[in-house]
């Protein structure tokens, strides 16, 4: 199926750390981004979106950033907790469209 | 209820078995959506609804697969002669969807059907 791609399938992080996800999609015509963050057993949940005509969006203890011209999406988790440890999705939405597209997904590790 | 419900949340079936699984989406919600996630794997989209039409199904995997929704409600996804590769968590999401008024695409997400073929 579609996805959108990521560079690390697992990430390990000291409690306390700062923690960087990362991503790339590929249709440059995607205006609408989103991180979900999906924990055992459960369905993903929203964390932070992003329209394209935004470099950077703060939220809670997380930032996401936006690369228009490599295409390449991040999120960054300040402060790192065990209760983050889960997958982290980024998704991209389509000029026009409603269709989601999922990248495979970031397994994040805080270790104690 | 509040959230997005999916029944059953478990179904193990024999291979050659129709299964049918069940998401009755967040009231209002007009956009509805499927999507199967293998073990370990990311989200594959299978397809989505606005109201009671289905724009885009190309994610369907095979025409043993079929979706419909009723009433701009409850949307049924029905795999007929199901295989071993069908074993997945079956996810439905709901969604207000983008509007020029600013309404975010979140998705809603179920907990899933995990479907286990023999």
């Known amino acids: 199926g579609e996805s959108v791609g990521l560079h690390l399938p697992t990430l390990s992080v000291q409690e306390g750390d700062n923690s960087i996800i990362n991503c790339a999609y590929s249709?440059?015509?995607?205006?609408?981004f989103i991180w979900y963050k999906q924990e055992s057993g459960k369905g993903p949940q929203f964390i932070i979106d992003?329209?394209?005509?935004?470099d950077k969006r703060q939220g809670q203890r997380v930032t996401v950033l936006l690369n228009k011209t490599v295409k390449h999406l991040s999120l960054q988790i300040a402060a790192t907790q065990p209760g983050d440890s889960a997958v982290y999705f980024c998704?991209?939405?389509?000029?026009?469209?409603?269709?989601?597209?999922f990248g495979a997904g970031t397994r994040l590790f805080v270790k104690a | 209820g509040a959230g997005v419900s999916q029944s059953p949340s478990n179904k193990v079936t024999e291979k050659g078995k129709d299964v049918e699984l069940r998401c009755d989406p967040i009231?209002?919600?007009?956009?509805l959506y499927w999507y199967r996630q293998s073990l370990g794997q990311g989200l594959e989209f299978l397809i989505y609804?606005?109201?009671?039409?289905?724009?885009?199904k190309s994610g369907l995997p095979s025409d043993r697969f079929s979706a419909e929704r009723t009433g701009g409600s409850v949307s049924t996804l029905t795999i007929q002669r199901t295989q071993q590769e069908d074993s997945a968590v079956y996810l439905c999401?709901?969604?207000?969807?983008?509007?020029?008024?600013?309404?975010?695409?979140?998705?809603?997400f179920g907990e899933g059907s995990r479907l286990t073929v023999l």
């Open positions: 999401a709901s969604s207000l969807g983008l509007t020029s008024g600013g309404a975010t695409g979140e998705l809603f």
């Open positions: 249709n440059s015509a995607s205006d609408y």
């Open positions: 992003i329209r394209s005509n935004m």
């Open positions: 998704a991209e939405i389509y000029t026009g469209g409603f269709k989601t597209i």
């Open positions: 009231s209002g919600h007009t956009a």
């Open positions: 609804f606005q109201g009671n039409s289905a724009p885009d």
